[in-house]
């Protein structure tokens, strides 16, 4: 079975820094693109990053751009997601996922384009 698990997650202030991590194990195979999603209560799953192995392309959502940076290791199954200058409304459990393989007609920043999902980790930001 694949089994993502992130960590990380944390109470910071306005303006403080995270790094959440997300390590998978138990893959024979390799991932074409690895990401992070967050929900916050209410509210709708938002793909926040998005690192793909073609080219090392990334993606960012508009409201993260310039703060956060989707990283990973050289055997491609640990993704990190370095959070600066966060925001109250950065607040949300953020989960980690992976696919296998592209998938036309989505996009890297859409759930539906991903196979595999951890648990989540929780990130409160306090103003």
């Known amino acids: 079975q694949v089994q993502l698990v992130e960590s990380g997650g944390g109470s910071v202030q306005a303006g403080g820094s995270l790094r959440l991590s997300c390590a998978a194990s138990?893959?024979?195979?390799?991932?074409?693109?690895m990401a992070w999603f967050r929900q916050a209560p209410g509210k709708e799953r938002e793909g926040v990053a998005s690192i793909c192995t073609s080219g090392g392309n990334t993606y960012y959502a508009g409201s993260v751009k310039g703060r956060f940076t989707i990283s990973q290791d050289n055997a491609k199954k640990t993704v990190y997601l370095q959070m600066n200058s966060l925001k109250p409304e950065d607040t949300a459990m953020y989960y980690c996922?992976?696919?296998?393989?592209?998938?036309?007609?989505?996009?890297?920043?859409?759930?539906?384009?991903?196979?595999?999902w951890g648990q989540g980790t929780q990130v409160t930001v306090s103003s």
């Open positions: 138990g893959i024979v195979y390799s991932f074409n693109c």
């Open positions: 996922a992976a696919n296998t393989g592209v998938r036309l007609g989505t996009h890297p920043l859409a759930g539906a384009a991903y196979d595999f």
